[in-house]
């Protein structure tokens, strides 16, 4: 398959903008959006075409609350972790979007399925894991194209939020995704807008062997 130089040039704006949302409007997605997109994702690679991915959309409003409560009690245990200067500009960044975004969706790897038989995971079992973020990157790029912002929500407790979405006892949390329209148009990543973290260039951190 040949793709053209403005399609190249194109996917690499799309990278670009891929940006880690937290702010969203409140306007509803469009039916099926959230279907539509994971079904997109389920074309990314893994190791062994294990498929390891499983979603869950979560659609109740208790299992909402108790992940923005999950999310406040380790986001307070984060900043306690903080001082000074760093501890105030720590507590005043937006680091997720759970109770503004239309659609949360969250990514597990199933731990216990077969299907594969093991290809490639034995000296490296986390490739189950890698190939789960592939899915969700996948799904991310192809929101971005649309217009939506999706954020990853990491100041979480995993095992307890499994719990609360009520899912099999071998799945694992890999990514809580927060999904909508992003309140305004950003190309820069909020963090480094916020003076948290300059951004480098990926060449800055490869090295020739």
Same mark, same amino acid.
């Given at each position: 398959?040949?793709?053209?130089?403005?399609?190249?040039?194109?996917?690499?704006?799309?990278?670009?903008?891929?940006?880690?949302?937290?702010?969203?409007?409140?306007?509803?997605?469009?039916?099926?959006?959230?279907?539509?997109?994971?079904?997109? $994702?389920?074309?990314?690679?893994?190791?062994?075409?294990?498929?390891?991915?499983?979603? $869950?959309? #979560?659609?109740?409003?208790?299992?909402? $609350?108790?992940?923005?409560?999950?999310?406040?009690?380790?986001?307070?245990?984060?900043?306690?972790?903080?001082?000074?200067?760093?501890?105030?500009?720590?507590?005043?960044?937006?680091?997720?979007?759970?109770?503004?975004?239309?659609?949360?969706?969250?990514?597990?790897?199933?731990?216990?399925?077969?299907?594969?038989?093991?290809?490639?995971?034995?000296?490296?079992?986390?490739?189950?894991?890698?190939?789960?973020?592939?899915?969700?990157?996948?799904?991310?790029?192809?929101?971005?194209?649309?217009?939506?912002?999706?954020?990853?929500?990491?100041?979480?407790?995993?095992?307890?939020?499994?719990?609360?979405?009520?899912?099999?006892?071998?799945?694992?949390?890999?990514?809580?995704?927060?999904?909508?329209?992003?309140?305004?148009?950003?190309?820069?990543?909020?963090?480094?807008?916020?003076?948290?973290?300059?951004?480098?260039?990926?060449?800055?951190?490869? #090295?020739?062997?």
């Amino acid at each position: 398959m040949e793709f053209s130089e403005a399609f190249r040039a194109e996917f690499h704006r799309l990278c670009r903008w891929r940006r880690d949302v937290r702010r969203f409007r409140s306007d509803p997605l469009p039916p099926g959006t959230l279907s539509r997109l994971i079904e997109g $994702a389920g074309s990314a690679p893994s190791v062994g075409l294990s498929e390891p991915w499983r979603f $869950a959309i #979560v659609a109740s409003a208790g299992v909402r $609350a108790a992940l923005i409560d999950n999310f406040e009690t380790a986001n307070a245990d984060a900043l306690a972790g903080y001082e000074g200067e760093r501890q105030t500009l720590y507590a005043g960044l937006k680091l997720a979007g759970l109770r503004e975004a239309p659609g949360i969706v969250a990514a597990f790897c199933d731990e216990t399925d077969a299907k594969g038989h093991g290809l490639g995971q034995q000296t490296m079992p986390e490739m189950r894991r890698y190939s789960v973020v592939c899915a969700v990157m996948q799904m991310w790029l192809a929101a971005r194209a649309d217009g939506i912002g999706m954020g990853w929500v990491s100041i979480i407790d995993p095992d307890r939020a499994a719990r609360d979405m009520g899912v099999p006892a071998g799945w694992r949390l890999v990514a809580l995704m927060c999904v909508g329209y992003p309140e305004s148009a950003q190309d820069e990543p909020e963090l480094e807008r916020a003076g948290w973290e300059p951004r480098e260039g990926t060449m800055a951190r490869v #090295v020739t062997i």
